[in-house]
């Protein structure tokens, strides 16, 4: 029963789907015109003798199919007026663009970006243009999974003189991000345990487990990680964030960072670093990654998501020598390998120096940010994690509550109840604040309406 069927004025394509039945299939091929906008409203349809005869079906199939959708309501039909497309409601459903811009706050605080309105995109346009004015032809074919050489080399000088990681060329695999990082590491591990901190963040959890990894938590306390309790879980791994622990901000005491590659050694374990902000430290040095005191031991997982942006899809593993092969046959079965211009780029970035300016910069603008945070919250209230990173954890004495008043006002914060491995009564509360977010334009109005909220808290 395909058909062109020309109606007054338009062309329509129909497909009936006799399957149900003839009458059936017109019913719901003009059914989903109507509702696709493929017939608009006003539109006058053809008479059933003339839809009848175009379609090769009765006359009283044409006319019974008219009646059912002007009873439902999709057409409207009036004496010495003929059948018309009626003038449907809008539809109770937003459409997607609109569903997006609801969900997105007024005002956003919540934790795990950076401010992205500080791309350096007069640097990075540079960069790209001498990538691709210098590129070989080989670079627009498929690569190798571990990533560009020149990425790979740029990224061993700099992460040796910025955070002493140990980082020899053959041994960094370049990833579209520390998920791709960590979803990789626990392919290769074969349905591990692995610890992962409590609270940590629990997309990290879910990527683990999908996986195929087991989760136990690895509690944190005021300095960091509980390491002393990763042999009693029988864990054969560990995921940890010792530079700025996302999300109570506190870093990993000494002794506990020798105790973590310590247990590593003794039990042949793999710790999996996650060192998602280390460059941003403002009261001191940012902290050496912990893989420089035990590289065999130590995956690091670095990404240029928070210095440059989330859109780059750009991340690093510095892995052990016994998983570079390993690692590397899963990248190729993953996505084969990452996208090649964005590496040649961040390589003459890094090499230029561009993207240590960048850091530089970027390293005072949040530290200023963070100072911003502490004047309006002012000495009374506990704000902890503040030495370094995007965020700030405050703590409050009803997190729901409070982050219920802030969505009243066009505000949205992040919950510390959200990242516990079990959540439930006893457990402490409060608000993770990104301060990296905003845009330096409503930045100061975020921090007004954040004051106001805790205030009546």
Not at 13 to 21: I, Q, S
Not at 49 to 71: C, F, H, M, N, P
Not at 127 to 154: F, H, K, M, N, V
Not at 214 to 220: A, E, G, H, M
Request: glycine fraction near 12%; hydrophobic fraction near 40%; include cysteine.
């Amino acid at each position: 029963m395909d058909d062109f069927w020309s109606g007054v004025g338009v062309d329509l394509h129909l497909e009936p789907d006799v399957a149900a039945g003839r009458r059936a299939g017109l019913e719901r091929a003009l059914r989903d015109a109507v509702r696709e906008g493929r017939l608009a409203p006003g539109t006058r349809l053809p008479a059933t003798r003339r839809l009848a005869a175009e379609l090769g079906i009765s006359r009283g199939t044409a006319k019974g199919a008219y009646d059912q959708l002007v009873a439902e309501g999709y057409l409207t039909a009036r004496q010495g007026s003929g059948t018309e497309v009626a003038l449907l409601p809008a539809p109770s459903l937003e459409a997607p663009g609109e569903a997006a811009r609801a969900r997105t706050p007024r005002l956003d605080l919540r934790p795990g970006s950076p401010d992205v309105g500080s791309f350096p995109a007069a640097a990075w346009l540079r960069a790209l243009r001498r990538a691709i004015a210098t590129a070989p032809s080989s670079a627009y074919g498929y690569g190798d999974p571990r990533g560009r050489i020149e990425l790979r080399t740029a990224l061993s000088g700099y992460l040796g003189r910025a955070r002493g990681v140990i980082a020899p060329p053959e041994r960094i695999v370049i990833t579209s991000g520390c998920v791709q990082g960590l979803a990789l590491l626990t392919r290769v591990l074969g349905g591990a345990v692995i610890a992962m901190e409590d609270p940590g963040l629990p997309f990290h959890r879910d990527v683990v487990r999908r996986g195929g990894g087991t989760v136990v938590p690895l509690p944190v306390d005021e300095r960091g990680a509980r390491t002393e309790e990763l042999a009693a879980v029988g864990a054969g791994a560990a995921v940890v964030t010792p530079a700025h622990q996302y999300p109570t901000g506190v870093t990993l005491h000494p002794r506990r960072r020798r105790a973590l590659t310590d247990w590593a050694r003794a039990h042949g374990a793999l710790v999996v670093e996650d060192d998602y902000d280390g460059e941003f430290r403002y009261d001191r040095q940012p902290v050496g990654a912990l893989q420089g005191m035990a590289p065999g031991q130590v995956a690091y997982l670095g990404t240029a998501s928070k210095t440059l942006g989330p859109a780059l899809r750009l991340g690093w593993m510095v892995l052990p020598p016994h998983l570079v092969d390993a690692v590397t046959d899963a990248k190729l079965h993953s996505d084969h390998h990452t996208e090649v211009i964005g590496q040649l780029a961040l390589a003459e970035m890094i090499t230029g120096h561009a993207y240590d300016r960048h850091v530089r910069a970027c390293r005072l603008r949040y530290r200023r940010r963070r100072d911003r945070l502490l004047d309006r919250l002012g000495a009374s209230r506990n704000v902890r994690g503040i030495a370094a990173g995007l965020h700030a954890l405050v703590e409050v004495t009803d997190e729901t509550e409070t982050v219920a008043r802030a969505r009243a006002l066009g505000l949205a914060v992040g919950r510390l109840g959200d990242h516990w491995h079990t959540p439930g009564a006893g457990r402490p509360q409060g608000l993770v604040v990104g301060y990296g977010t905003p845009r330096e334009r409503v930045y100061p109005e975020a921090l007004e309406v954040l004051g106001r909220v805790l205030e009546g808290a």
